[in-house]
C-alpha cells in the first residue's frame, strides 16, 4: 500500500510545492526544512539528536522541557537538510509561556518544506495528538505522520488507529535506537531539491584542477558568539532584537530559555558590510547551591559548553543589579577558557543615574577581573534597539584582538626592555632568573612562549607585569593572555659518548 502525504493541494507532486515555498521565501540554498513538531514527550528531540547525529537538544523524561524551536544540520541516508526541533504542542492561552512556545512551533512549521508530525505510538493517538492534527491539516506545509517509540510490542494497534487523524498511514520508527529510519528516508527524499537527489546519483570524483588553476577559496566561518548572563537579565531579547525577529522565546518568567539555541544571522554594518555569525542564546546561570532541578542542570552544563565553543561571549547585565559575584564567577570562567569577553549592560533606558551605574561596574571590573583588563563594557537597551550596533562594533573589535598575532622580532625587543626596567627576582637558589627569548606560539586567544633559566621559580607577579607589559604594548586589551614559561634545551643533554 502506498504511503500517503497530507497536502494542501491534492494532486500536487512535493517537489512542485518545495519550488513554490522556495520561490515565495526567496530561498537561495538547495537545502530544504523539516519542523519536528508533535505534543510534549512524543521523542521530538530524540529525533532530532538522531538526525544531526550527536546530542544536542535535552532529552529528558519530563514533558516541555524543550521550549525554543532549535535548529541543526540533519542527514538521513545521504540527504542533507535544516531540522527544527520545536516545543510540544498545547492547547494554551496565546498570552501564556505554553501559548508563546506554540507560536515558536507554528514559526517553524511555516518555514518548514515538511512537518514530521510524532504521535507515541506506545501511548497511543490521544485527544490533543487530534486536535494538533486537525490544526495541522490547515497548514499549506505538506505533513508526515511519524509513530515513534514502536521497538515494543503492541505499536501495530496504534498505527492503524493513526489513520483516523486523517494525514495518510503513519511512518514507523525507534529514534532511540535508530530503527525505522530507512522508511523515514524514503517518505523524506521526495522533498528534497533534485540537485541532492543527483549529488547522491552521481559516483564520479570531482574533476581535478586544471595546470595552474587556484582551487577555490575556503569559506569565511561565521563568528562564534555566545549570550550568557543570570536568568531574566535580557539575553533573549537581545538577541530577537540583533536578529530582527522573534527568533527565540522571551517572557517575564525567570529561566524561560532551557536549550542553548543556536541562530545563523548575517550582520550588516552601518557601512553595508556583512559578516556571518552564528548567535547561541544560553539558559540563565544562577548559583550553583540554588541549582538542584535536574533539567536546569542540564541547562546549565549547555550553557558552559556554549562558552566553550565560542569565539566571543556577551555577559548580559540587569543595570539595576550588574555585576553580583554570580556574575564574576561567569566572567572568571570565560577568561579560564581563553574566550574574549565583552560585558553588556541591559535595560540601560530604566536608568536615571547612568554614570554612577556605569563607574561602578567599571570599578568593579578593576578590582575583581584585573587578569582581563580592558573588558569593553556598553551599555544598551534590548527591549529599545538603543546602541545594539554599538555593542557589535565592540564584539568585532575584541575578537580582532583575540585572533591578534604579534612578530617574534617586536617581542624579544619588548622582553629585553622590560627585563632591563625591572629584572627578574633571584630565584630560590639565590641566582638571577634570565628571560631568553619568547615568542607567539598561537592566537585565539594570544599565547606566548618564553624561554627562561629556572622557569618554574619566576613568582607570580612578575608574571603579572609582563602580562601587563604585553596588553599596553600590543594593545591587547580585554581578552586573556596566557604566557608559558620553558627552559631552553641542552643541546649536550643527548649526546652518546
Known amino acids: 500500500m502506498p504511503r500517503k502525504t497530507h497536502r494542501k493541494q491534492a494532486g500536487g507532486s512535493p517537489r512542485k510545492e518545495l519550488a513554490r515555498t522556495r520561490e515565495k521565501r526567496g530561498d537561495e540554498k538547495p537545502m530544504f ?18 538526525l544531526i547525529g550527536r546530542r544536542e537538544a535535552i532529552v529528558h523524561d519530563r514533558p516541555g522541557v524543550t521550549r525554543d524551536r532549535r535548529q541543526g544540520l540533519g542527514t538521513l541516508g545521504g540527504l542533507t537538510f535544516t531540522v527544527f526541533d520545536t516545543a510540544g504542542f498545547e492547547d494554551a492561552d496565546a498570552e501564556t509561556l505554553e501559548g508563546r512556545m506554540r507560536r515558536q512551533t507554528e514559526k517553524a512549521i511555516a518555514e518548514a518544506d515538511v512537518a514530521l508530525f510524532l504521535v507515541d505510538a506506545k501511548a497511543g493517538i490521544t485527544p ?6 486537525d490544526l495541522l491539516r490547515k497548514s499549506r506545509t505538506p505533513i508526515l505522520l511519524v509513530a515513534n517509540k514502536t521497538e515494543g510490542k503492541g ?12 494525514l495518510g498511514e503513519a511512518i514507523a520508527i525507534a529514534a532511540e535506537h535508530g530503527q525505522g529510519l530507512d522508511a523515514l528516508y524514503a517518505a523524506m527524499a521526495p522533498f528534497a531539491p533534485p540537485e541532492d537527489l543527483e549529488a547522491l546519483e552521481d559516483d564520479e570524483e570531482p574533476a581535478p584542477l586544471a595546470e595552474g588553476e587556484a582551487p577555490p577559496p575556503a569559506p569565511v566561518r561565521p563568528l562564534q558568539l555566545a549570550i550568557i548572563g543570570r536568568p531574566n537579565t535580557g539575553k533573549s ?4 532584537r540583533l536578529v530582527g525577529e522573534d527568533r527565540v522565546l522571551t517572557g517575564p518568567e525567570p529561566g524561560v530559555t532551557r536549550d542553548a539555541i543556536p541562530v545563523d544571522w548575517t550582520y550588516t554594518a552601518p557601512d553595508g558590510a556583512t559578516r556571518e555569525i552564528r548567535l547561541v542564546d544560553t539558559a540563565g546561570v544562577r548559583k550553583r547551591t540554588k541549582i538542584t532541578d535536574a533539567v536546569e542542570k542540564l541547562s546549565v552544563g549547555e550553557t558552559f559548553e556554549a562558552i566553550r565553543l565560542a569565539e566571543v561571549v556577551v555577559l548580559v547585565v540587569d543595570s539595576e543589579s550588574p555585576l553580583d559575584n554570580q556574575e564574576l564567577t561567569l566572567a572568571r570562567h570565560v577568561a579560564e577558557e581563553g574566550r574574549a569577553l565583552v560585558i553588556a549592560v541591559n535595560k540601560w533606558d530604566l536608568i536615571k543615574e547612568k554614570r554612577s551605574v556605569l563607574s561602578k561596574v567599571e570599578d568593579t571590573l578593576e578590582s575583581s577581573l584585573a587578569q582581563i583588563r580592558g573588558i569593553p563594557v556598553v551599555t544598551l537597551s534590548g527591549k529599545t534597539g538603543q546602541r545594539v550596533d554599538t ?10 584582538t583575540w585572533n591578534k598575532h604579534i612578530p617574534t622580532n617586536p617581542l624579544n625587543r619588548w622582553l629585553a626592555s622590560a627585563t632591563r626596567a625591572h629584572p627578574p627576582p633571584l630565584s630560590i637558589h639565590k641566582q638571577r632568573i634570565k628571560l631568553r627569548y619568547m615568542t607567539q606560539a598561537k592566537t585565539r586567544p594570544p599565547t606566548f612562549v618564553i624561554f627562561s633559566t629556572r622557569a618554574g621559580d619566576l613568582p607570580d607577579a612578575y608574571m603579572r607585569y609582563l602580562t601587563n607589559g604585553l596588553r599596553d604594548t600590543f594593545d591587547l586589551d580585554g581578552v586573556p593572555i596566557r604566557i608559558h614559561l620553558r627552559k631552553p634545551k641542552n643541546p649536550f643533554e643527548d649526546e652518546k659518548g
Open 33 to 50: 526544512t523539516a519542523a519536528i513538531v508533535g505534543r510534549p514527550n512524543v521523542g521530538k528531540s530524540t529525533l532530532f539528536n538522531r
Open 237 to 240: 531579547t537581545l538577541i530577537n
Open 155 to 166: 505499536s501495530e494497534s496504534a498505527l492503524y488507529d493513526a489513520f483516523r487523524l486523517g
Open 391 to 400: 555593542l557589535m562594533e565592540a564584539v568585532f573589535a575584541v575578537h580582532a
Open 128 to 133: 490533543l495528538d487530534e486536535h494538533f492534527a
